[in-house]
């Protein structure tokens, strides 16, 4: 089982829907991360997190702790939001590594 | 400012050959990673350095791979001898001291071994 699971694998929207992806994890992290990647490789952060939410433009991250689970969520979705998005989790203790989830295609049509 | 940059950005080699990548982090940045991205997964780490210290090279397959990062800047991530299962996106971040903080990704390497 891997240490971090993401769910859908694969999501295809219309234009204007709101999206949500969902990450759960097994370890004790001290923190998440949500990541994008585009076609072509280039990964950009978009939130990293500890705890409650977070919000930036038309996308909000939440996690509970309690739970091991995180959600990524995309209101007004635009076929610009195309991408992977990746959840990956810092592993609390002394060693700290970055685990990632095998990410969420998402397409949004028009 | 100036993001991390690699080259190449693909490389098509046979096996059995060699293969070095090459990274500049953000000016700055003390924590450099190299990931390996195999198509349909998420990145996987290969090695961490703190400036030019190794902090983390625990998945790193050291019969084959191998990397420097000399006077703690660039860093290069060779592979000797390449196998086809090598065939994936090498992808190279920094962060401005350790993993709890942003990590800013290059475009990456996308390596193809036939």
């Known amino acids: 089982k891997n240490e971090v699971e993401q769910s859908p694998q694969n999501l295809t929207a219309q234009e204007g829907e709101f999206i949500t992806i969902n990450c759960s994890y097994s370890v004790g992290i001290s923190a998440l991360h949500w990541l994008q990647q585009h076609p072509g490789g280039g990964i950009v952060s978009l939130f990293m997190?500890?705890?409650g939410k977070k919000k930036h433009g038309r996308l909000i991250a939440t996690i509970n702790i309690q739970e091991k689970h995180s959600s990524l969520h995309i209101t007004a979705s635009h076929p610009r939001d195309s991408a992977v998005y990746i959840c990956a989790v810092i592993s609390s203790g002394s060693a700290r590594q970055l685990t990632f989830g095998s990410g969420t295609q998402l397409t949004v049509l028009p | 400012e100036a993001g991390v940059a690699q080259s190449p950005r693909y490389k098509i080699i046979e096996k059995r050959q060699s293969v070095a990548f090459w990274c500049n982090p953000i000016s700055g940045h003390a924590t450099l990673y190299w990931y390996q991205q195999i198509l349909g997964q998420g990145p996987k780490l290969l090695i961490q350095f703190q400036n030019n210290g190794v902090v983390d090279d625990s998945q790193l397959p050291k019969d084959r791979f191998s990397a420097e990062r000399l006077k703690g800047v660039d860093s290069t991530l060779k592979i000797q001898p390449a196998k086809l299962e090598d065939s994936a996106v090498y992808l190279c971040a920094s962060s401005l001291v350790g993993v709890g903080e942003t990590q800013y990704f290059g475009p990456g390497t996308r390596l193809l071994v036939l």
């Open positions: 997190l500890s705890s």
